[in-house]
């Protein structure tokens, strides 16, 4: 079935990389996503990556993907405030987007 | 180039009363699929419009319905109310065939 799992809580410190997990079940998602989501507000498309690939870089956001073990990661560099958020790991399937329950990113000064 | 505009930002309603959403998709996208994200959870689909049709339905009754209208816009209607209906509810837009989804900022449904 759909299921994409990733930590519910993540706390970093200002400067320092925020690495968020996620795995997913379906061995044919042609796309992976993460979003960002700010309180009251959308969700906002980070970065994708297509499931050919293994690692795609843009700016301070990287992310792996490892199809074998159907693990996604989303790594921020030199965290800021700015980054406090919640971030979603999502999968495309059937042309729909499942999402994962998201991760809450809370910066410490 | 405005992305997608969803109307009203926020709504009360009563249970068992009837409730109408609306969404514009960003320009040039054709495909419109709409989410529910109850507090403190992910998106979940709830279905998707192309060319006028309900080509996709998550797992949600059929108080839950929709429509496509011929400009892309569309429309979700709940019947009967119930206060676990109460959400953020998502629209978002694609180009068929496209991975680029846009969401808006969604309708902010509070069910008393």
């Known amino acids: 079935g759909e299921d994409v799992e990733q930590s519910l809580f993540l706390s970093v410190r200002e400067g320092d990389s925020s690495v968020i997990n996620c795995t997913y079940t379906d061995s044919s998602s042609t796309y992976l996503y993460w979003y960002k989501q700010e309180p009251g507000a959308g969700l906002q498309l980070l970065t994708y990556i297509f499931s050919n690939m293994d690692m795609k870089q843009d700016q301070r956001l990287t992310v792996l993907l490892n199809k074998k073990d159907k693990h996604l990661s989303l790594r921020i560099a030199d965290t800021q405030t700015g980054d406090s958020a919640i971030y979603f790991c999502a999968e495309m399937e059937d042309d729909k987007i499942i999402f994962g329950k998201g991760t809450r990113l809370h910066i410490l000064p | 180039d405005a992305g997608v505009t969803q109307s009203p930002t926020h709504l009360i309603k009563t249970r068992g009363q009837q409730v109408t959403l609306r969404c514009s998709p960003k320009?040039?996208?054709?495909?419109v699929s709409w989410y529910q994200q109850a507090l403190g959870q992910g998106p979940q689909f709830i279905f998707q419009y192309y060319e006028e049709e309900e080509r996709q339905r998550g797992n949600f009754p059929d108080r839950f319905s929709g429509h496509q209208f011929p400009n892309y816009s569309s429309e979700l209607n709940v019947n009967a109310l119930l206060l676990g209906d109460s959400a953020l509810y998502l629209c978002?837009?694609?180009?068929?065939?496209?991975?680029?989804?846009?969401f808006g900022s969604g309708t902010r449904l509070t069910v008393v």
């Open positions: 320009s040039g996208h054709d495909t």
């Open positions: 978002a837009s694609s180009l068929d065939g496209n991975y680029g989804y846009t």
